[in-house]
């Protein structure tokens, strides 16, 4: 016990009681902290995400420069790329240049020429969400053992911060510090997390297996993808840890939508598990437009991530990154993705 008091005293941020040693939810959801985790990072950054968002959103902000965007008038969407890289489920781009994805049961960095970075080992089989945090460290989604667990970036040491869930799934992050994480299964959910304390908030439940999940530019507005309907919801922050009621924003057409994505303007994209579609729905939720078919080669795919690149090592902003668990694909989309949370 004194080791884990110790370690759980270097894990938190200076505005969180070090006394506190074990967080239980009503569904007896705890933290679990393991004695090779992080090492003291800062939690939350107490930053203020700028941009706009929805139907107003007539201008963005291009994040890097600050300089506005014409949102009214979207250039054409260019050519699509292979990158010639391999990926797993999901993927996230980090501070120092590196495309994150799992590689066997490791935490794996590549950057554009060919680099690799080891994050951590031994960390799970089946990496179903990962995201880069406003701290630098990562959060892993494992529906294999129902946990979410945070890597230290600097020191490789990772600690499960949630257990018992039921096939938590995809992954999003705010400038704020926290992470969201979807349960994908029937009357499934999302919550958001402070993965530094194992602190936990219900944004939306009831969900047909909820997949996707992803934020405004402003970070005022929560967008999930509802896998088995079609039904993409949005729901509005109320304060820093309460939401709104769920509102449905779009409906896509037949197929399974898993992954979103949004850019500057607002808009969300999303791709279709199976055939590769990939769709634009402007920022107001009145209609989506086709944009291509990522590899019309394939007769049978599972996509199921697309990201904006973030700016570092060639990981261009205005490019928008697709995996299908086996290639990475770069699509030019002339817009550039919300601003990195770091």
């Known amino acids: 016990m004194m080791l884990l008091a110790v370690f759980l005293l270097a894990c938190r941020p200076s505005d969180v009681d070090p006394t506190t ?20 990072r800062t939690g939350h950054t107490g930053g203020t995400a700028t941009g706009t968002t929805g139907s107003t959103a007539s201008t963005g902000v291009t994040g890097d420069t600050g300089e506005p965007f014409d949102c009214d008038v979207l250039p054409v969407v260019g050519a699509v790329t292979s990158t010639g890289y391999v990926t797993e489920e999901d993927f996230d781009f980090d501070p120092r240049g590196f495309m994150v994805s799992q590689r066997n049961q490791n935490i794996e960095g590549l950057d554009r020429y060919g680099t690799t970075f080891i994050y951590a080992t031994q960390v799970g089989a089946d990496a179903a969400g990962l995201r880069v945090l406003s701290t630098g460290d990562l959060a892993v989604a494992q529906p294999d053992t129902g946990g979410l667990v945070m890597v230290d970036a600097k020191t490789g040491g990772s600690a499960t911060v949630l257990s018992g869930m039921t096939f938590p799934n995809a992954l999003a992050a705010d400038s704020r510090g926290y992470t969201f994480i979807t349960e994908a299964y029937s009357g499934g959910r999302v919550r958001q997390v402070d993965v530094y304390t194992g602190e936990q908030w219900p944004v939306v439940a009831n969900l047909q297996s909820p997949n996707g999940v992803a934020l405004s530019p402003d970070e005022n507005t929560l967008y999930v993808a509802e896998t088995q309907t079609g039904k993409i919801y949005s729901v509005d922050r109320i304060s820093d840890t309460e939401w709104g009621e769920a509102q449905v924003f779009f409906t896509m057409p037949s197929g399974s939508y898993y992954t979103l994505a949004v850019d500057v303007c607002g808009n969300l994209y999303t791709v279709g598990f199976s055939d590769g579609k990939l769709y634009r729905i402007v920022a107001d939720g009145s209609e989506a437009e086709f944009l291509l078919e990522v590899d019309a080669n394939l007769s049978w795919a599972s996509f199921s991530s697309i990201r904006f690149g973030n700016g570092v090592g060639g990981w261009e902003r205005d490019k928008l990154y697709v995996t299908r668990r086996a290639e990475l694909y770069e699509v030019d989309i002339g817009v550039q993705g919300r601003a990195p949370v770091y």
């Open 21 to 40: 040693t074990d967080i239980t939810d009503t569904d007896d959801t705890t933290i679990q902290m393991v004695d090779s985790g992080p090492t003291g």
